[in-house]
């Protein structure tokens, strides 16, 4: 390969990553190829299937019954991993039931505050206007409980916030693999039905600097039975 060619090849590789204007781009190029310049590897994805089958029968599960301004789109399931998660789970729970001791909940709050094309949905604005809230009657916000989810794939329900332990009411639900949101934001669950009318909305619902134009509601929410036997 010539130097020009070569010189071609790296540009183009490097034009695609942030960060690689300063001298001796060349020169590490050569030395380390086109690797050298991700700035993040792909994170594994959680295997939300390990581990025994008692552990994930008592997962909670809870819905969400989306609606786009008058009309009903369907049915949200999402599971949630209690069993390294308990407080940011035990929240999306008890917002989800109607039964939070701060009197918040989900039901007739935005699903879609902001759509994120092809990356993630933002919604759970419990507290007008635009506002987030912990379930929990003594305090607004509750700390980053753990990273052990990474953000690998579409589908994958994790917090959102405005900084360092401030979870409230807002949550993400991803479109596709966010690897930025890892180490920021804890995420705790997976959708298991209905992913495919998030994608619908992604697809038809048009938004004006993320903002939809439409109102994209969560009209009903609760919890679905849980797998685990009674004790």
Known sequence: MSSKTGRAAAWAVTKRYRGTHSRGWWHKYQREGPSGFVRAEAPRAFDFEAG?????AARSRCYFALRVDEQEIG?????????????TCGNFRLLCSGRAPSGFSYRNSKFARRIVKNVAVVGGNVEAPGGSHSAFEESRYFPDEGFFIP????????????GVDTNGSQFYVTLDAAPHMDGRCVAFGRVVAGLDHIAKINETVFCQKGKPVQSVLIADCGLLPSA???Q
């Open 228 to 230: 685990a036997p009674p």
């Open 52 to 56: 025994d089958a008692a552990t994930k």
């Open 75 to 87: 049915r949200v399931e999402f599971e949630l991993v209690d069993e390294l998660l308990p407080m």
């Open 151 to 162: 953000h690998a794939g579409p589908g994958i329900l994790s917090m959102a916030n405005c």
